[in-house]
């Protein structure tokens, strides 16, 4: 963990101003939000995201947007397993983006909202499809997000789980490369580990998300291609529903992929 993010859970825990009822009723919202994802309740997300509104305590500002913002996220993620693709991918995307930039606001150079950006961003360069002007525009606006929070994230396993998904997904020579991304999956949990084992246990708003998706991305890495090991695959995929059991990309997604693949030689 950076020293940002130390001074950032320091201040959670210490500013006078933070109102009890209203910590109380963002961890009860962002439990909500956290599980509605797992689930890909993308109305329920939409609920919970208004529901944010009713957090006034300008201490938690910060979390209130960086919450807006991954509800958002996330709701776009679901959509893209559903068929046919919902027509509010977009719409999400950007209201989200939106949403971290002003978390950044109240907390320059916060980590954690630029991986918001960041995620994002790869699915708005997904989306863009062929259209080179539209991919050079959102490289010429994102990359230094990029840059940024991959230099000052090697021991976030948000950030790793991001850089993985790029040395994976994108286009060669950046991407391409599931060795590559299997081992940041693997620094991924070990840093999930360190900050799971820290002597303070922050609040449920502080963002501490990021196991269960390097577990799952590696489920994934080992389904196809160089990597393809069916049991490997489903090892992973074991422990991922062990942290997550109602994950519903997991669940009804990528193991039936998985189980579907041919057994390995002996």
Not at 21 to 36: M, P, Q
Not at 109 to 120: L, R, T
Not at 135 to 145: F, G, K, N
Request: charged share 25%; aromatic share 8%.
């Amino acid at each position: 963990m950076n020293w940002l993010s130390v001074a950032l859970m320091s201040l959670a825990f210490a500013s006078p101003r933070i109102k009890p009822a209203d910590a109380s009723r963002l961890a009860e919202i962002v439990r909500g939000i956290r599980g509605a994802d797992y689930r890909g309740e993308r109305d329920e997300l939409r609920r919970l995201t208004a529901r944010l509104d009713e957090v006034k305590d300008p201490g938690l500002a910060a979390y209130r947007e960086y919450w807006r913002g991954f509800a958002r996220w996330r709701r776009a993620l679901n959509g893209f397993n559903e068929t046919p693709t919902p027509g509010d991918i977009l719409e999400d995307l950007e209201g989200a983006i939106g949403s971290f930039r002003a978390a950044l606001v109240r907390q320059p150079e916060w980590i954690e909202a630029k991986v918001g950006i960041a995620g994002c961003s790869a699915s708005l360069f997904y989306l863009a499809g062929q259209d080179a002007k539209r991919r050079d525009a959102l490289l010429a606006e994102y990359l230094p997000v990029w840059k940024d929070m991959s230099e000052k994230g090697q021991q976030n396993p948000r950030v790793l789980w991001l850089v993985g998904g790029s040395q994976l997904s994108a286009p060669p020579p950046v991407g391409g490369d599931p060795v590559r991304a299997a081992a940041t999956y693997h620094r991924a949990l070990q840093a999930a580990r360190d900050e799971a084992l820290r002597k303070e246990t922050p609040p449920e708003w502080v963002p501490t998300w990021g196991a269960p998706e390097n577990l799952m991305s590696l489920a994934y890495v080992h389904s196809q291609g160089a990597l393809m090991d069916r049991d490997v695959a489903l090892a992973y995929a074991d422990g991922t529903l062990a942290m997550v059991p109602d994950w519903h990309y997991v669940c009804d997604v990528l193991v039936p992929q998985i189980q579907a693949l041919p057994a390995r030689a002996r």
